[in-house]
């Protein structure tokens, strides 16, 4: 089977393949704080946080589609899609370390950003494109949001720590 080009997805399934990688990402953060938790439980607390926030944008997404399109989400993935960005299995990441770890973070929302502003100029109808907007601004802090929770859970000594426990 091929993928299929994201301009020919219509705008129930955008939908559909925002909430499937918003749920996606919500699981990977969790497993990234869970890799992390007895090392770097100061870390691991970041990414619960991001989880929570990815949780957020899949409520809001799945109340748009619900209003919509109504209960049934076509069942629509990253792996369906020719050109869609990939994420690495979080097993692949984690033994990297916290760096390494933080580094993919970065690279998730400002892959999921990008996502969002296509994804907005495909849209016609009103309300699915300023959440689709919104949702891209949202991803567009999160850099922004990870570096504020990170310096209220990782302040400089505690990455010190953290950064001569990777060193062991």
Known sequence: ???????????????????????????????????LAETFPQSAKVFEEMAEEEDGHRDSLIELFRKRFGERIPLIRREHVKGYYERKPDWLVRPLGVEAVRRQAEAMERQAYLFYVEAAKRTTDASTRKLLDDLALAEQGHETLAQRLEQTHVPGDVKDEEAAAEQR
């Open 1 to 35: 089977f091929g993928r299929r080009p994201f301009e020919s997805l219509s705008e129930q399934e955008i939908l559909a393949l925002a909430i499937s990688s918003e749920e996606d990402d919500g699981r990977i953060y969790r497993a990234y704080a869970d890799g």
